[in-house]
């Protein structure tokens, strides 16, 4: 078994805590928008104004849809516990990402932006952030997996740990962290070549939800709906929106076109 010991808390300023948790959020925030600002130095056809606005419009919006759907997803603590709504953990990737999106979305329809060209720029680099942010949800020990006796479970041991103390999981993190950088090599690889535009960010998103369908099967948490996790639940509206329009609609083209 692999053996986890850290301390969620990375240091403290006075009262406040500063968690391994936030820091790699706001690791994989940057992440996102060095590689969008990179695309553009590379020639894509998006300006540098175009980029900071809508990261200014983009991670305000993925934060507070993220915490919606986590509050939402926790309404039996929060109910008893309004006072605690606001605040910056439980920060779910699926409302980040879509969040983000409808927020990119209506800037691009204000300043008459072509929205599905700038969202197939940005994708590799969304998931490629979301694998850095799971390095926070595994030093964390949020987001961890069901018990497992497998050799590479994971076992944390720091009383802090969100993950119960001494039990061997399921490295759900790693299973994702591993599954986004496929993705992200597989988005970098087709760039280009689907149109129309938005189709790669189409894809991205189908193959991040066909991950979740199946995989959060192996991760602890409560039913959302039907059985199934919220993430779940949300991966089977996301693959109903995209699949059809993938098969229907994207072709593949050179990428000098």
């Known amino acids: 078994m ?4 850290i301390d969620p808390v990375a240091f403290t300023i006075g009262a406040i805590e500063i968690r391994w948790y936030g820091i790699f959020i706001a690791l994989a925030i940057l992440t996102v928008v060095l590689w969008t600002v990179w695309q553009v130095k590379r020639g894509a056809g998006v300006s540098y104004d175009t980029v900071f606005t809508a990261a200014l419009v983009g991670i305000p919006s993925g934060i ?6 986590h509050v939402v997803d926790n309404w039996e603590y929060y109910g008893h516990r309004p006072g605690e709504i606001i605040g910056g953990g439980g920060l779910p990737a699926f409302g980040g990402v879509l969040g983000a999106a409808i927020g990119v979305w209506v800037y691009s329809r204000l300043s008459k932006g072509n929205y599905g060209y700038l969202v197939d720029v940005i994708a590799p680099g969304i998931i490629l952030s979301q694998a850095v942010g799971r390095v926070g949800c595994l030093l964390n020990g949020c987001c961890y997996g069901l018990e497992t006796l497998l050799p590479w479970g994971i076992v944390y041991t720091h009383p802090d740990s969100f993950c119960p103390v001494g ?3 399921h490295p759900a ?3 994702e962290i591993i599954w986004n950088l496929i993705v992200f090599g597989v988005l970098v690889k087709l760039k ?5 535009d938005g189709s790669l960010f189409m894809l991205y998103l189908s193959l991040y939800s066909v991950y979740r369908l199946g995989t959060d099967f192996l991760r602890d948490g409560t039913p959302f709906l039907f059985g199934l996790h919220q993430a779940q639940v949300i991966a089977i509206v996301v693959l109903a929106i995209c699949i059809p329009q993938l098969v229907l609609r994207t072709r593949w083209v050179r990428a000098d076109k």
């Open 2 to 5: 692999i053996t986890i010991s």
């Open 64 to 69: 507070v849809l993220a915490r919606l759907l």
């Open 167 to 169: 039990t061997s999981v």
């Open 173 to 175: 993190q790693v299973y």
């Open 192 to 196: 280009g070549h689907l149109k129309p």
